[in-house]
């Protein structure tokens, strides 16, 4: 499908072609492991394992790279399983990794407890901080990781600044965009050389599957990444690709809308006498509001809270939410919050990315916005 359609349109279209067989315009879900041969090596359509290619996958994996705007997309079980798979095709033993000192908890987790026993090895850098970037690079960085916005700080990075770092050092820039998507934003147009998405968050946007994806432009890096993929297997099922695919159709107004509530939850926050610091980048008085406004389509449906009262009456503003439903994950319909340092982060506790105590983060939702604030109201009182 032509990259000139609107971001709407290639959302609903790319890859969704029509089933040749009964012209179903919904892709079929190919509930299939192996494939009939036309004679030895004689295979329809490429197909041959589903772990190497399944048709349901190359619908989702082909749309994920038109949205990304890049050559191609791969499907992957989980958010972390592409990480990994991305870290053992770009990295060897005693490669360096810069990372940011906001990551997300699993990613922390990740090169701390698995990459590290590899004998990769990481520095910790502010990334919104260009100069503290190009201070962890040491003569064996192979990449830059970044988040923007971050998990859970909503952090801003650069994408463009960073991307500059990252050629001059002879490093690939990773960015994780699954708290933009690519509605939002485009980090291959600015620079960056891999994408990273949860696919599990706002992509499907139903809390109802778990995945992740990559999505990149060089055909070589493209090429090394399917062959790992395939060699360690953790690919997205056909049913969960199928999941991920119908959701992406309505990623855009659903964007707009988890955009139009947190603006508003942002404003209430921001003049709660109970909020002692609100983190969102839809603020002006954010410190990256500046870079996200240049970068971003709009500042999507995450917002982070810091509660005046300390770790205890955070934990008391999540037990009393009654709308906002207190759980992990995020980038659904409904709307979640939770305590960061005893959930989701808690695996970066002692560390040098260990989040506030008293933070809380919210996913908000599509439900009616003046209900939302309703319940955090309640919740704060």
């Known amino acids: 499908m032509s990259d000139q359609h609107s971001f709407e349109t290639l959302a609903i279209h790319a890859g969704n072609t029509a089933d040749p067989l009964t012209g179903a315009v919904v892709p079929p879900i190919y509930q299939v492991s192996t494939y009939k041969q036309d004679g030895v090596g004689g295979l329809r359509g490429g197909y041959e394992y589903s772990r190497s290619a399944n048709p349901t996958r190359t619908a989702l994996e082909e749309n994920l790279a038109a949205l990304e705007g890049g050559r191609r997309g ?158 360690m297997g953790a ?25 139009e509530n947190a603006t508003k939850v942002a404003d209430l926050l921001t003049r709660h006498p109970k909020v002692s610091q609100v983190l969102y980048p839809g603020l002006p008085e954010h410190p990256g509001h500046e870079v996200a406004a240049k970068q971003m389509k709009s500042f999507g449906g995450m917002v982070s809270f810091r509660v005046a009262g300390g770790e205890e009456a955070a934990v008391e503003v999540c037990n009393r939410a009654k709308l906002f439903t207190l759980g992990e994950s995020l980038g659904g319909v409904e709307s979640l919050l939770e305590h960061p340092g005893r959930m989701t982060h808690a695996s970066a506790a002692g560390s040098p990315l260990e989040v506030p105590a008293d933070l809380v983060r919210l996913s908000v939702g599509i439900e009616n916005g003046d209900d939302l604030i309703a319940d955090l109201t309640q919740a704060l009182r």
Not at 99 to 108: E, K, L, V
Not at 192 to 199: G, I, R
Not at 235 to 257: E, S
Request: proline residues 5%; charged residues 15%; negative net charge.
């Open 74 to 231: 791969l499907a992957f079980a989980s958010g972390l399983a592409a990480e990994d798979c991305l870290l053992r095709t770009l990295l060897t033993p005693g490669d360096h990794v810069v990372i940011p000192n906001d990551a997300y908890g699993g990613t922390f987790r990740l090169f701390a407890k698995v990459a590290s026993r590899w004998g990769v090895e990481f520095s910790v850098a502010d990334t919104s901080d260009v100069a503290s970037v190009r201070a962890a690079l040491t003569p064996r960085t192979k990449a830059i990781w970044v988040e923007t916005p971050s998990n859970p700080l909503l952090g801003i990075t650069d994408i463009a600044a960073v991307a500059q770092v990252a050629r001059q050092a002879g490093a690939r820039l990773v960015v994780d965009n699954t708290f933009a998507s690519p509605y939002l934003q485009q980090p291959l147009a600015l620079g960056a050389d891999v994408v990273v998405h949860s696919t599990t968050k706002y992509m499907g946007g139903h809390s109802d599957v778990v995945g992740g994806a990559l999505v990149v432009s060089d055909p070589e890096l493209a090429e090394e990444l399917a062959y790992h993929q395939n060699a």
């Open 235 to 259: 690919v997205a099922g056909p049913f969960d690709a199928w999941l991920v695919l119908r959701g992406i159709k309505t990623l855009a107004v659903r964007m707009d809308r988890h955009t």
